[in-house]
DNA sequence: AGTTTACGTCAGCCTTGTTGACACTCCAAG
DNA sequence: CTTGGAGTGTCAACAAGGCTGACGTAAACT
């Protein structure tokens, strides 16, 4: 299942990018990559009473206004208790509002008020003035790459989150 | 400090990379690949008493043998006694080998065993064999662009570190 | 001799994930 | 109309893995 295979030979150059040490040294860029993603946010939720965790319901309930409690469940792949822990205490602080479904009213469905998407601005600014700089940086056809990579890499039905709330935002 | 742009005028077409629905959408995909980045990984850790602290302790252990604890803090970005929970463990388990370092004998130098070294490839088998197929899929040139945006997102410290370890590999 | 560095460890706390169980509301199908 | 199941909320208990603060030891440096 393991190759220790040399680097340098067998394959015919254009494969070269496929090299266990290729490979090696994207999951290192991976890594430390996401800890910078997250540095900027995390910075600021610290000095609050929330964490990441709030910060991906107010990003993805800004994303999706009126988007279920199911559906944010799928989005963010955790269990019903721990994403309610969160819930909970964003909607007691007046950042998320609930509101029963009109059609099915076993449903909530989830807004952010006036002061949910302050938060959510900012730090959602804070993320993207990195995200921005690093895009600049790197120019629009490494951008365009780093997105192929990227969505190459996702489970199929986090591929399938992502599409769709990629055609509903543009 | 924040804006909201009318993405589609203003700007002269070669920036349209830049706008805030495309570096949201950038977000987003950081976010699903990289659960599914470290989904793999996690599966098989789940089974044993290990988490996914222990495979980036054994990773970085793997990777640059002989290390030191306070080289690897550095890299890893945690507290001493969050690394020294899982450091425990693992020498306990017999993964991981602490020596007394020859010139400076407060330093230990930190080694895999056989045992350690197995389950490194184990879990970096499957990290790999998903971003293998990314790569392959995506291309030569989206890999190439995907690693510089990876790059220009890291802090400068973290993107040291990186630089360090990739340099070491190769 | 005194200070600093590298490391280990104890105690306690927080966030965020988990499972399992139970209750309630409500839609839909028989 | 009853009943099954879906969508939701919540309680309890637990685990991983971060954190801070404090203390101890050995070795190195000055």
Redesign the interface.
């Known amino acids: 299942?393991?190759n220790g295979r040399p680097?340098s030979t067998v394959r015919g150059d254009?494969l070269l990018?496929?090299t266990?040490?290729?490979?090696?040294?994207?999951?290192?860029?991976?890594?430390?990559?996401?800890?910078?993603?997250t540095?900027d946010p995390d910075r600021i939720l610290g000095d609050m009473a929330y964490g990441r965790a709030h910060h991906?319901a107010i990003?993805f309930i800004g994303?999706a206004p009126g988007t279920t409690v199911n559906n944010l469940l799928n989005i963010l792949?955790v269990t019903k208790q721990s994403l309610n822990r969160v819930l909970r205490t964003l909607i007691a602080d007046g950042l998320v509002q609930s509101k029963v479904g009109r059609n099915d009213k076993r449903e909530r469905h989830l807004h952010l008020t006036q002061e949910g998407r302050a938060l959510e601005?900012k730090l959602?600014?804070a993320?993207?003035a990195?995200?921005?700089?690093?895009?600049?940086?790197?120019?629009?056809?490494?951008?365009?790459?780093?997105?192929?990579?990227?969505?190459?890499?996702?489970?199929p039905e986090?591929?399938a989150?992502?599409t769709k709330?990629?055609e509903s935002?543009?």
């Open positions: 299942m393991t680097p254009s990018f496929l266990d040490e290729q490979l090696r040294q994207g999951s290192e860029a991976m890594f430390f990559a996401y800890r910078g993603f540095a991906r990003h994303r792949g601005q959602s600014d993320q993207r990195r995200l921005r700089a690093a895009f600049r940086d790197a120019g629009p056809e490494a951008v365009a790459g780093f997105r192929t990579v990227l969505e190459a890499m996702m489970d986090m591929h989150s992502y709330l990629k935002g543009a």
